[in-house]
């Protein structure tokens, strides 16, 4: 970015669940690891469905369960946020494909890819579910793979950045 700080956005459909998890279970890494000067993270959705509200109830209670505080208000994601950010987490392919569709009409230099590819444990092409329409487990299952994700992508960017 501009500022010298290393961009990470994170993004999904709704901007409701899974990215504002993500960005908020990635923030709570970095913070962990004393880094927080030197990135700027957010999160944004794909479709404008929710655009100002807050992260779903189910997501922010197993995560405040787990000491990770969800707090966001939904945007949809713009040209924009390919000079802002340096990294576009995807959540799933359907919406890695839409954001790759809107990242391809401006010059950014963003780096675009599935969250999961930095998981040590996924299959190429792995994705974050969606669990809006599905039960609680589905929620725990998401914030399982979303961690294990952050921590891959952290290790990764720090070894990218020499941090
Ligand atoms: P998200 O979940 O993409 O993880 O925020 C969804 C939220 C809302 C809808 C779909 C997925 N929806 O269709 O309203």
Known sequence: MDNGKIGVLFVCLGNIC???????????????????????????GTSNYHTGDSPDPRTVRLAAARGVRVQHAARQIAEADFTRFDYVLAM??????RTVRLAERVDGASVV????????????????????????RGFEDVHDLVERACRGLLTRIRAEHHL
């Open 18 to 44: 899974r990215s504002p998890l993500a960005e908020a279970v990635f923030r709570t890494l970095v913070e962990g690891e004393g880094l927080s000067d030197r990135f700027t993270i957010d999160s944004a």
């Open 92 to 97: 799933d392919v359907e919406n890695l494909r």
């Open 113 to 136: 890819r599935l969250l999961r590819s930095y998981d040590p444990e996924a299959e190429e092409g792995a994705e974050v579910p969606d669990p809006y329409f599905g039960g609680p």
